[in-house]
């Protein structure tokens, strides 16, 4: 019997609990809760029924002075519950996670300045105290990720950094990683191809089996195959390819996203995500590209991804997506509502959660899409899924 799974959407300050069905691949909102600010990114234990958000009053390169870490207990029907205090982050984080031993949170900040802040956590699940770091560390111009290895040992700093605008440079990007022990970061290595200058990573996935790590490059375009071990990554990618349908066309605002490795470790899936808008009008319009999930199939021997797929999400810059944890449904989730040309008409298009059933070579097929409500500026920023049994 298939596992009970929840779906969590996360719009401002407003985390909305919906029932999955996999096997109908449908989605039944359920209640929602309110958390301290907007929901940057959550993560959930590795063990324990807990769901760690992360929250700010502030956005990407916008000041903020109201940042916290917080728990909730996730109840046997997906239900959440306030645990514990939220704890105070010293600026907006833009990605958090847990290590795999689920004794410590990590949240990556990037403005006003990079640094990763480090909270224990309890043998209740709870959120305690702050791992004052002994050491200061570069942690790179840009950072939009922070990980942790499978082992646990070594975390990592995706490092974006920027693309050249007017007459500011590129400032180029990197894979940084830090020794992790007992909360603790050490200096470690930096990956950065051709010296990071046309190296933009976003996000990066583990292999659940095989020292592969998988990262897609949101400046470029681009989908990275790295070999990695416990002395570090290897400082060059093992295998490179482009995630768009037509990469020699990439209009304004056309970036990567989001990856994910299936659970099973046979495929990896990219966004691609486009929101640039023209005047039409009275309103502003989708000025076209490409919003879609690429999808790779994985050589079990080489780690090589190779190509399956491209299908359109029918909604518009996805933020973030998930798999159920047994790899059954992927569902994305659009981050704002955006109006578009239709013949002689111009159509709204809502914010959405868009619904896909996995198929058994991990090729997708769309089943439905879910409009969600974003008012005004606000933005359906996280969205995840986690098994209850």
Request: glycine residues 10%; hydrophobic residues 35%.
């Amino acid at each position: 019997m298939a596992r009970s799974i929840a779906l969590y959407s996360a719009v401002d300050d407003m985390l909305t609990h919906y029932a999955v069905d996999v096997d109908s691949a449908t989605l039944v909102r359920k209640e929602t809760v309110r958390v301290p600010a907007k929901v940057q990114y959550a993560w959930r234990h590795p063990a324990k029924p807990c769901l760690y958000v992360s929250t700010s009053n502030g956005g990407p390169r916008v000041e903020s002075d109201y940042n916290h870490v917080s728990a909730f207990a996730i109840g046997a029907d997906g239900a959440l519950l306030p645990h514990g205090e939220s704890k105070p982050l010293p600026r907006r984080a833009v990605h958090m996670c847990v290590d795999p031993s689920g004794r410590y949170v990590l949240n990556g900040h990037n403005y006003p300045s990079s640094g990763v802040t480090v909270h224990r956590v309890e043998a209740n699940g709870e959120i305690g105290d702050r791992v004052v770091q002994a050491t200061a560390l570069d942690y790179g111009i840009y950072p939009h990720q922070v990980m942790v290895t499978p082992s646990g040992r070594t975390a990592v700093i995706v490092d974006r950094g920027n693309k050249a605008q007017g007459d500011k440079p590129e400032e180029p990007g990197a894979l940084r990683t830090f020794g992790f022990e007992d909360g603790q970061l050490s200096a470690g290595g930096v990956v950065a191809p051709q010296g990071g200058y046309g190296f933009g990573p976003r996000h990066i996935a583990f292999h659940p089996s095989k020292p592969w790590l998988y990262a897609s490059d949101e400046r470029t375009n681009r989908l990275y195959m790295f070999r990695y071990s416990e002395r570090g990554i290897e400082a060059a990618p093992a295998f490179a390819c482009p995630t768009l349908r037509q990469p020699e066309l990439v209009r304004p605002r056309q970036i990567g996203g989001p990856i994910h490795v299936h659970p099973a470790g046979h495929c990896v899936y990219v966004a691609n995500r486009a929101d640039h808008t023209v005047a039409d009008g009275e309103h502003k319009v989708f000025a076209g590209g490409e919003n879609n999930i690429a999808v790779y199939g994985i050589d079990p021997e080489t780690g090589e991804p190779k190509l399956l797929q491209h299908v359109n999400t029918q909604t518009f810059h996805i933020r973030t997506f998930a798999c159920d944890p047994d790899g059954r449904l992927l569902v994305t989730a659009s981050i704002k509502a955006l109006h578009e040309r239709d013949g002689d008409r111009i159509r709204h298009v809502p914010a959405a959660l868009s619904v896909f059933r996995i198929q058994a070579d991990g090729c997708l097929e769309f089943c439905r899409k879910y409009d969600v409500e974003t008012s005004g500026s606000q933005l359906q920023y996280w969205m995840g899924m986690v098994g209850l049994d």
